[in-house]
């Protein structure tokens, strides 16, 4: 089976650097994502890896090693509106599609 | 990002009756479209595939008399919850992948369903 896991809650305060881990068991490997999602609506794309490495936008960025089927997503600068849940999910490739398995998410609290 | 709006985005229903939601990619195509369903504060939970022109596939555990799936064209694709029960009451989101953009799947805003 496919197992995704992340850290259940985290706290970190404004202004601050935040790591949010991501250790995937999954057969199939086609690229890892990170989403944001607030309380109440869709997750809002924010990055994606399928080679290992470092991969940098703005404020967030999202590392990936295959080998160790580990990910994180860090974020810089921390503002109060990033006080959301962000959920790490892997595509595998199947012979329909391209199916997304997401993590429990990591609930971020951020605080002044 | 690309757009993916869904509908209707609140629906209040009586225990027995049959939801249609619609999920539209609006500024590109999709041969294939994705169902979830999230409970509070827990993570998305694949319920089928949405396949343009052919049957949608289902995840185990996901019945699909209960939760009819229909890819008309290369932006429609619709879930309709049959006799809808209190129990089917959750928050469903679509999403399609973007074919220009690496197949970054785009997520519709949700529909809230509950069931009185």
């Known amino acids: 089976g496919q197992n995704i896991d992340q850290p259940t809650e985290m706290t970190a305060t404004e202004g601050a650097i935040v790591q949010i881990n991501c250790t995937y068991q999954?057969?199939?490997?086609?690229?890892l994502f990170w989403y944001q999602q607030h309380a109440g609506e869709a997750p809002t794309f924010l990055s994606y890896n399928v080679l290992d490495g470092l991969e940098e936008k703005g404020r967030f960025s999202s590392f990936l090693s295959r080998s160790k089927g580990y990910s994180y997503l860090l974020l810089k600068e921390l503002q109060m509106k990033d006080s959301a849940s962000y959920l790490c999910?892997?595509?595998?490739?199947?012979?329909?599609?391209?199916?997304?398995?997401f993590g429990t998410g990591t609930q971020l609290k951020v605080e002044l | 990002g690309a757009v993916v709006s869904q509908h209707p985005s609140r629906v209040i229903c009586k225990s027995g009756t049959s939801v249609k939601i619609e999920c539209r990619s609006l500024?590109?195509?999709?041969?294939?479209m994705f169902w979830y369903r999230q409970f509070p504060k827990k993570s998305l939970m694949l319920m089928a595939t949405s396949n343009e022109g052919s049957k949608a596939t289902y995840e185990q555990g996901v019945e699909k008399d209960k939760f009819l799936i229909n890819h008309a064209s290369l932006t429609l694709s619709t879930l309709t919850v049959t006799s809808a029960h209190p129990e089917d009451s959750s928050f469903y989101i679509c999403s399609a992948p973007a074919r220009d953009r690496g197949e970054t799947q785009y997520f519709g805003p949700g529909t809230r369903l509950l069931v009185l």
């Open positions: 999910a892997v595509r595998l490739l199947t012979g329909g599609g391209n199916k997304l398995t």
């Open positions: 999954t057969s199939g490997f086609n690229g």
């Open positions: 500024d590109f195509q999709a041969t294939t």
